[in-house]
């Protein structure tokens, strides 16, 4: 009698197994069919090519608002530069902010360059004059002859766009 009960369930089971293939194949097949039918029909067709004519005018309204908010950042970055450069900023090191060039006409001035320290440099932004200058004071230390440290001074005229000395005065 176990024996026939589990023919019986065997049995069973095989059907509701066969029966739900057949059902998901009925039921892929009716989609099928309606996709058939619909790819057939003009009035579906148009349908779907406006949803796909709407995706693409979409993707290309995304790409191109992408496209301005790049440029924009680029934009505002190339502000940011230019703000910078005209304070006077590119031509100071990067190390100490001293003016290279101006730090070397000052040691090579000193009695004994070798005790020349670099303590501040100051750039004030380019003059509105129209004669794109940066004035800049320069503070820095020094012995002096009695063998004695001096704080001392020097206001130089550069250049904004090649930051090359054109004046040194003591100050």
Known sequence: MVQAVKTFIGKVLKFIKYTFYTAVVGIALLFGAVELINANDPEYQAK?????????????????????AKAEA?????AK???KRIKGFHCLSGW?????????????????PDSFKHRETKIWPK???????????MTYSGTNGFGGTTVERVSAKISHATCDVITIEKV
Do not use: F, P, W, Y
């Not at 406006?50 to 301005?68: G, N």
């Open 127 to 137: 003059s509105m004059d129209g004669n794109d200058t940066h004035t800049l004071l």
């Open 74 to 78: 680029q934009k505002l970055a190339e």
């Open 96 to 112: 100490d902010g001293s003016h290279r060039q101006v730090a070397r006409a000052v040691e090579k001035s000193l009695r004994d």
């Open 81 to 83: 530069a230019e703000a």
């Open 48 to 68: 779907q090519a406006a949803i796909a004519e709407q995706k693409a005018v979409e993707e290309a309204a995304v790409l191109q608002a992408e496209a301005e």
